[in-house]
């Protein structure tokens, strides 16, 4: 008899659920809730994030009772987010906007119709898309190991690591501030020795010799010049620009 109730208490409460909306809603509410914690946004295509270039949070009113759902197709109920509290914008999508609030199965970040918010701003909208557009075009160069004309050292440094040395110079323009980079080949060297046989043996190791050095010129934070000061890092080599990084607009 006791064995027969250890049995049953241990069995999970989830093969007692009979409806299984119920159980899927339940589910979802969870792990919604730990994205919510945990910060973890799942990407999706075609969506502009604004984590990628925010520095604050936008916050913005829920005007009416909203339903949430888990992905931009708002296919999936995740739960209700309650008129007039503020919820936290995280991605825009073409017909979807993706925040972070309360419902009433607790913290969610999930998708929502964009009727349920106060319209957005024109500006603050074309801002996104510049921001997306930059940052799409920064992340391809640092991909590439590339620096170009208003980069900010955040960036400079994701593509080419740290510098091997800084400096700054003052003139009748302002202060700039310049680093400089060594570009380094792997160059092949054959060696001759005996193996542990006596016999003699040639191999090829490869030595890391300096190839180039660039000098990226900052002035108020964004990369105003490139010096190529020795070597040849590129043929026909020209500085590459980009955007400077606009301003994100308050909704």
Known sequence: ????????????????????????????????????FSGSVVRE??????EDFAAHPVK???????????????????????KGQFVELQAV???AYRVRGLAQQGQVA????????????????EGLKQNAQRHEEVATLISH???AVNMTPDEVVASLGKPSRKSSRQDGNGREEVWEFIKYERVPQETTGYDRFGRLVSSVVYVKV???????????????????????????????LVAPPPLVLNN
């Open 1 to 36: 008899m006791v064995h027969a109730l250890y049995k049953s208490t241990m069995r999970p409460r989830l093969c007692r659920v009979s409806t299984p909306r119920i159980l899927l809603a339940a589910c979802l509410a969870v792990l919604a809730q730990s994205f919510a």
């Open 45 to 50: 295509p075609g969506v502009i994030y604004l």
């Open 60 to 82: 913005i009113p829920v005007k009416e009772d909203a339903s949430i759902y888990y992905q931009p197709d708002l296919a999936r109920y995740l739960g209700t987010l309650k």
């Open 93 to 95: 999508a073409q017909g």
């Open 110 to 125: 999930g998708w929502v119709a964009p009727g349920s918010l106060p319209a957005l701003k024109k500006e603050f909208l």
């Open 145 to 147: 190991n590339e620096v």
């Open 210 to 240: 300096p190839a180039g050095k660039v000098s990226v010129v900052f002035d108020n934070n964004l990369v105003t010049s490139l010096e190529q000061t020795e070597g040849s890092l590129e043929r026909d080599a020209r500085p590459r």
